[in-house]
């Protein structure tokens, strides 16, 4: 009977262990309601222009009980036709395996006094890759565990997304200044040979 019991209470505290580990995507509830600046479509460029991010408590849901919410991260995710045979940005439900959102462009305690209704301005950093984004936020609770969401796209995260267009490959004026830098390189080599040889002949 006793070890029964003992038996009984590791194998929960294993399970508890195992939950504690990862926490599903899809098992979250949209607690939070994010909106963000850039229009549908809109092309925005990576170390220049800012996006504006407001949320707060997802009022849809009556009566949100928020006393566990601790933190609040936002964070700029791939859509899907970014992350198309690419590995490393890749979606898995596990919120630890996940690379959907690898940029936190904004991190708090969780604000209890305004219901979280927060407003921030954030200016795209220089090193973001051109893709297709949508801003996601999520809450964690004090074990710094995800307990809501709430994003600017819809479930299939095909709504209402922008594009960041990175720095790499935006100015194609550094290319053809390299490129008259090499021909006048080579021109003024001619030169010198040309010159060498007029000498020499010169001297003849
Ligand atoms: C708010 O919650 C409702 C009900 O769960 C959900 O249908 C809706 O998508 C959520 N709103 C946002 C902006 O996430
Ligand atoms: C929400 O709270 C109000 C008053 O505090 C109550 O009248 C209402 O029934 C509650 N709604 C739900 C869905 O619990
Ligand atoms: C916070 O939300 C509750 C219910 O959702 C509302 O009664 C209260 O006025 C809100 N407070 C603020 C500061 O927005």
């Known amino acids: 009977m006793k070890s029964y019991m003992i038996k009984a209470f ?3 505290v294993f399970m508890s262990k ?3 580990g990862s ?3 899809s098992s979250l509830p949209p607690s939070l309601s994010v909106v963000a600046s850039p229009n549908e479509g809109q092309v925005l460029q990576a170390g ?3 996006i504006t991010v407001s949320f707060g408590l997802n009022s849809s849901i009556a009566n949100q009980t928020d006393e566990s ?3 609040v991260k936002v964070k700029l995710c791939y859509a899907p036709i970014s992350q198309v045979d690419r590995k490393w940005r890749k979606t898995v439900d596990n919120l630890k395996k996940d690379k959907t959102c690898q940029f936190t462009i904004w991190e708090k305690q969780y604000d209890h006094q305004q219901n979280m209704s927060q407003q921030f301005e954030w200016r795209i950093e220089k090193d973001l890759p051109t893709a297709t984004y949508f801003v996601r936020a999520y809450v964690y609770d004090s074990g710094d565990e995800e307990i809501g969401y709430g994003q600017t796209t819809n479930d299939k995260k ?3 997304l922008f594009k960041i267009q990175g720095i790499s490959g935006r100015h194609p004026s550094i290319d053809i200044a390299s490129i008259c830098f090499s ?3 080579i021109l003024s080599l001619v030169g010198f040979f040309l010159l060498e040889k007029r000498q020499s ?3 003849k």
């Open 201 to 203: 002949k010169a001297k």
């Open 48 to 50: 220049e222009d800012s």
């Open 23 to 25: 926490v599903m995507f």
């Open 183 to 185: 021909v006048f390189a």
């Open 18 to 20: 195992i939950s504690n």
């Open 10 to 12: 590791l194998l929960l």
């Open 69 to 71: 919410y601790k933190f």
């Open 158 to 160: 095909i709504s209402n």
